[in-house]
Each structure stands twice: as C-alpha cells, then as structure tokens.
C-alpha cells in the first residue's frame, strides 16, 4: 500500500496569537468603564466634601465626573492612564467596524457610512482632549472638547442605528445583529434622555441652587457615560465571527 507524507505539520499553528474580536472589544470598553467606576467610588469614599461643595453650599451626595476624574488624585491618574491605553485599541475597533459596515450596507447608503465613521473618529479624538485637559487646570479646552464629544457620540449612534435597518442593508439582519441593533437603540434612547436630564438638572442648580439637584445632575452624568460605553459595546455582537490573527508574515484578520 502506498504511502504519503504531508509536505507539513497538520498539527504546527500557522500563527502565534489568535485573538477573538469579541474579547478585543470587550476588553477597549471595558478599561474606561472600570476606570470610571473606580474613580467616582474613590472620589465619594476620600474626597465627598471637596467634590461634593458647590457655589452655593448646599447639600449633595453624588460629585459630578468632572470631580471624579479631573480634580483629585490618584483617580486623575487611573483616568488618563485607562483612556490612553485604551485609545490606539478604540481606533483599530473603528476600522474593524468600517470594514464591516461597508460589507453590509448597500452602496447607495455607504455615504451615512463614512459620516458615521468620521463622528466616532472625532468622537474618540475630543475623548481624549477633554482627558487631558480637565475642567479644573483648562476649562476653556475641557469646555470645547466635552461639546465636541456629546455632539459626535449623539449623532454618530443615531446615524448608526438608522443605517443598521434592513431598508439600508444588503441583506436581513441575522438574530444576533437584530439583538444588536435593539441594544444599540436602547442604549442611544437612554443616552439622549440621561443628557436632557443632566441639561436640566444642572441649570436648575445654578438657576436655584437648590440641595441634591447637582447630585441629580452628576447622576444623570453617570448615566450618560454608561450608556455610551454600552452602545459601543455593542460592536462584540457585530463582529462575534472575526479573528486577529499575528502570524511571521505580520497581522491578519478573519
């Protein structure tokens, strides 16, 4: 009987790191969610009188972010550290998501496509702005980049949501991108409620300045950031089936 030996290993990886898709992103927004969660619960356990004292003394419980992330240490320096980190990771997730939503969108729509994608770029460019210029050493800056970021992020989730429909799609959603797309307006419903109550709450405040109406302000601030960072964690159910593959010949994705 003949017998034939295979010009190579069947069992020797072609690779030396495969690195799910899905772990990529949890792991990009996951960083300034912990961060966050940290810094706010250290601000209120070391820091509740000076975060919490306003213009008008009165009474409050929850210190806004700006306090929580921007004026105290060391959560000022857990923030910058997590947001650095993590940015060059957000930037590639943006091209992953490029790439994926010029494969399912039809032609005629890919111009909501590179809109969407140029409000995250700039979104996640004012992120790190408003990071590195705090409220407390810049607030001119801080100022500009905290619109410029609120703006982006609401536009470019509607823009998202709205191109996610199957009237802009090559083809019908699967089950998993239809879970998908109800989180995400989920997530963009309670985003933009969350910032018309953190609007109101803090011109109340200064209208007022009534006790815990800035709690209710710094509140809804944490919402807002939350739901953010959730609609963006979305993006593990879009693109569950891709794989990071680092090879001798350099990086592959499949």
């Not at 710094?218 to 959730?230: M, P, Q």
């Amino acid at each position: 009987m003949p017998m034939y030996l295979p010009l190579h290993n069947a069992s020797e990886k072609k690779y030396f790191i495969k690195i799910p898709v899905t772990k990529l992103g949890f792991v990009t927004v996951s960083l300034p969610l912990f961060a966050f969660v940290i810094c706010v619960l250290m601000t209120m356990l070391k820091d509740f009188e000076r975060a919490n004292n306003t213009h008008c003394k009165v009474p409050n419980v929850f210190p806004s972010i700006s306090a929580s992330i921007g004026n105290y240490e060391p959560q000022r320096t857990i923030w910058k550290t997590a947001i650095f980190i993590h940015a060059p990771l957000r930037f590639f997730i943006i091209y992953l998501r490029w790439e994926y939503y010029r494969s399912i969108i039809r032609k005629n729509c890919l111009i909501v496509v590179k809109l969407a994608v140029f409000l995250n770029v700039i979104e996640n460019l004012a992120l790190l702005g408003l990071t590195q210029w705090t409220s407390s050493f810049n607030y001119p800056y801080h100022e500009v980049c905290f619109k410029t970021f609120i703006g982006t992020s609401i536009f470019y989730m509607f823009f998202t949501c709205m191109m996610m429909t199957k009237y802009r799609r090559r083809q019908t959603n699967s089950p998993t991108e239809a879970y998908s797309l109800k989180l995400k307006w989920r997530a963009f419903s309670i985003n933009v409620g969350s910032f018309a109550f953190a609007a109101y709450f803090f011109l109340r405040h200064n209208r007022l300045c009534e006790p815990y109406v800035y709690s209710m302000f710094g509140f809804s601030e944490y919402i807002v950031v939350v739901s953010n960072i959730l609609f963006h964690m979305t993006t593990i159910y879009d693109l569950k089936v891709q794989y990071i593959y680092f090879t001798r010949k350099g990086i592959t994705i499949e």
